[in-house]
């Protein structure tokens, strides 16, 4: 897993196993949270969002699951492929009263997917 | 619909000169924010833009600045370059509603090497 401000972990799984990459965040006032994903040389490509009063999100071939009381988040992918590989990045916000756009990274956790 | 677009993407410049980059958001999008990635301290907000007008603000120096035009483009500027400032430089853009969290959606990035 990763803390937001910590080293970069790394995942390996293999082709078609399901993944699950882990995400604690420190400010409880945070009430948005995304993941991305980045591939090397590009920028990062949102995969999924949660609000705070939510607490299971469900996309295609991934969910994100917030616990609040623990203050953590995690993104599972299904049947994880190769070009799933990747770094994913938790991110979170805090609403300021309206002018909320200051997203906060944690440092990513590298997937590798082997056929 | 078109993505953000960072111009240029590569760049080389040597300690003391100062550098622009350029951010087209998506259309529609009135709020512009910018990153920088490093291997060391992963992404990090620099400032955001809406309405032509600086909403939010990190934690750089000075040397870094911004502006964005009435058509939502925006540009950073950072001056007086240094080693340290070698990084992705990468723009995200939202609708800027404010009206709920909104997703911030990143273009390719513009990465500079300062030598």
């Known amino acids: 897993g990763e803390s937001v401000g910590l080293h970069l972990p790394t995942l390996s799984v293999q082709e078609g196993d399901n993944s699950i990459i882990n995400c604690a965040y420190s400010?409880?006032?945070?009430?948005?949270f995304i993941w991305y994903k980045q591939e090397s040389g590009k920028g990062p490509q949102f995969i999924i969002d949660?609000?705070?009063?939510?607490d299971k999100r469900q996309g295609q071939r991934v969910t994100v699951l917030l616990n609040k009381t623990v203050k953590h988040l995690s993104l599972q992918i299904a049947a994880t492929q190769p070009g799933d590989s990747a770094v994913y990045f938790c991110?979170?916000?805090?609403?300021?009263?309206?002018?909320?756009?200051?997203?906060?990274f944690g440092k990513g956790t590298l997937l590798t997917v082997n056929p | 619909k078109a993505g953000v677009t960072q111009t240029p993407r590569y760049l080389i410049k040597t300690r003391g000169q100062q550098v622009t980059l350029s951010c087209s958001p998506i259309?529609?999008?009135?709020?512009v924010s910018w990153y920088q990635q490093t291997p060391g301290q992963g992404l990090q907000f620099l400032f955001e833009?809406?309405?032509?007008?600086?909403?939010n603000k990190g934690n750089f120096p000075g040397r870094f600045s911004g502006r964005q035009f009435s058509n939502s483009r925006s540009e950073m500027n950072v001056s007086t370059l240094e080693l340290g400032d070698s990084a992705l430089y990468l723009c995200?853009?939202?609708?800027?509603?404010?009206?709920?969290?909104?997703?911030?959606?990143f273009g390719p990035g513009t990465r500079l090497l300062v030598l």
């Open positions: 259309s529609g999008h009135r709020s």
């Open positions: 949660i609000r705070s009063n939510m």
């Open positions: 991110a979170e916000n805090i609403d300021s009263g309206g002018s909320n756009y200051k997203l906060t």
């Open positions: 400010n409880s006032a945070s009430d948005y």
């Open positions: 833009y809406f309405s032509e007008t600086q909403r």
């Open positions: 995200a853009s939202s609708p800027g509603l404010a009206e709920y969290q909104e997703t911030q959606y």
